[in-house]
């Protein structure tokens, strides 16, 4: 039975809270839809990948990972204040948009694509927070590894999976 290593097609299901105590679930995947990842490109956590290596079909695992080893800290420098008028199309400010809580896609000045989350409105300033969602949480995973598979040599020059669970060319 093939064991989690460089270049293997690990599919697996995790629940994914805050610390083992929580209750509260940010995030579930489950067997219908598995998460689905060519192990070993850096493409996850380094330190998820470092608890995954060795287990193999069927087998279930848990651990935490520290905030600063997960997505870092909250950046205080990631509070961001835009003008209400960035919000405007064709003149018309985008009320429906603007509510506390809101993820909006954004762009900064170098024209990367940011997500940021709306803090606060103020009169003429929208608060948006750029921080990782997971920002300044120690992360906690428990889960089951449904299969282990040897990549093709397609998927290992690509550095992603492809077909079922994988990433699709058009």
Same mark, same amino acid.
């Given at each position: 039975?093939?064991?989690?290593? #460089?270049?293997?097609?690990?599919?697996?299901?995790?629940?994914?809270?805050?610390?083992? *105590?929580? #209750?509260?679930?940010?995030?579930?995947?489950?067997?219908?839809?598995?998460?689905?990842?060519?192990?070993?490109?850096?493409?996850?956590?380094?330190?998820?990948?470092? *608890?995954?290596?060795?287990?193999?079909?069927?087998?279930?695992?848990?651990?935490?990972?520290?905030?600063?080893?997960?997505?870092?800290? *909250?950046?205080p420098n990631a509070l961001v204040d835009i003008p209400k008028e960035a919000f405007t199309i064709d003149g018309k400010l985008q009320d429906?948009?603007?509510?506390?809580?809101?993820?909006?896609?954004?762009?900064?000045?170098?024209?990367?694509?940011?997500?940021?989350?709306?803090? #606060?409105?103020?009169?003429?300033?929208?608060?948006?927070?750029?921080?990782?969602?997971?920002?300044?949480?120690?992360?906690?995973?428990?889960?089951?590894?449904?299969?282990?598979?040897?990549?093709?040599?397609?998927?290992?020059?690509?550095?992603?999976?492809?077909?079922?669970?994988?990433?699709?060319?058009?």
């Amino acid at each position: 039975m093939l064991t989690i290593s #460089e270049n293997k097609v690990v599919r697996l299901t995790y629940e994914l809270s805050e610390d083992s *105590n929580k #209750e509260e679930i940010i995030e579930k995947v489950d067997k219908d839809q598995p998460a689905t990842f060519l192990f070993g490109v850096g493409g996850l956590l380094p330190e998820f990948e470092q *608890n995954l290596f060795g287990l193999k079909e069927g087998d279930s695992f848990k651990f935490s990972i520290a905030s600063e080893n997960a997505y870092g800290p *909250n950046d205080p420098n990631a509070l961001v204040d835009i003008p209400k008028e960035a919000f405007t199309i064709d003149g018309k400010l985008q009320d429906d948009m603007l509510k506390v809580g809101n993820i909006l896609p954004m762009r900064d000045n170098e024209d990367n694509f940011l997500q940021g989350r709306i803090l #606060e409105l103020r009169d003429d300033v929208v608060i948006m927070d750029f921080n990782h969602p997971l920002a300044g949480k120690d992360l906690y995973f428990k889960g089951t590894i449904v299969e282990v598979r040897e990549a093709t040599a397609e998927e290992i020059s690509h550095g992603h999976v492809h077909g079922e669970g994988g990433h699709h060319h058009h």
